[in-house]
């Protein structure tokens, strides 16, 4: 081609090749919030612990959530435990096979 001249936007190699995409599973997303569950409440329990009196690493944990005849607790014990019981089905299922 002479010099200057746009080249047709098919030709380009770089831009015709389709970008590489992540398939996100329903197990792979699974894994992930539970994972973030329960990192996100053992974090929200620590930083209770931390900042809380009496003193650094010595608070105690506020349980704020009573249902009824249930034991009390706050928002990060239930991530926690929600996330555990995701990723105890999620282990229990039989793994997909490949395509």
Do not use: K
Not at 2 to 29: H, K, N, Y
Not at 78 to 98: F, M
């Amino acid at each position: 081609m002479a010099s200057g001249a746009a080249e047709p936007s098919g030709s380009d190699p770089a831009r015709s090749a389709s970008p590489t995409r992540t398939r996100w599973t329903v197990g792979a997303i699974a894994l992930i919030v539970a994972l973030t569950l329960v990192l996100g409440g053992a974090l929200g329990n620590l930083c209770d612990r931390i900042f809380r009196s009496p003193g650094f690493l010595r608070g105690h944990v506020v349980d704020f959530v009573a249902v009824g005849w249930w034991p009390v607790f706050n928002v990060a014990d239930s991530c926690v435990t929600i996330g555990a019981i995701l990723l105890i089905v999620r282990s229990l299922r039989p793994p997909r096979p490949a395509p």
